[in-house]
């Protein structure tokens, strides 16, 4: 149940967007083996003002925040990188203007399904990918 937020600079077409979000989206499905409707993904647009973009890297600077359950391993979270750029790329945005971060509260953080806390809930996929 991962939860995806996607920080660019406004400007982006309603389709670009969507495509953002249907790689990140893919790439986790790849990586994390979560199931394909388990989605819950944000876009957020900033004016030029208010989002600092990194030196050396373009106006199409991307980052993405993934706050999921913990328990992937390291190879999981590699290939969720790379999956992502490589999405990513296809959408004409450089490798280098991609930037993911990866937060992982634990389970008794979460209040899901009606609001129980995650590690009481048969999630129905594994975690430890």
Do not use: C
Not at 28 to 54: G, H, K, M, S, W
């Amino acid at each position: 149940m991962p939860q995806v937020r996607i920080e660019i600079l406004e400007g982006r077409s309603v389709n670009e967007r969507g495509q953002l979000m249907q790689a990140v989206h893919d790439a986790l499905v790849e990586a994390f083996e979560i199931p394909d409707e388990d989605r819950t993904q944000r876009i957020v647009e900033y004016d030029p003002i208010n989002f600092e973009i990194p030196p050396g890297k373009s106006e199409r600077y991307t980052l993405i925040e993934i706050t999921a359950f913990p328990g992937r391993s390291r190879t999981a979270k590699a290939a969720l990188y790379e999956a992502i750029v490589r999405r990513l790329g296809k959408l004409g945005i450089d490798a280098a203007d991609v930037s993911v971060v990866i937060h992982e509260p634990v389970m008794e953080n979460w209040g899901i399904r009606g609001g129980r806390p995650a590690d009481e809930v048969d999630l129905g996929y594994r975690l430890d990918v």
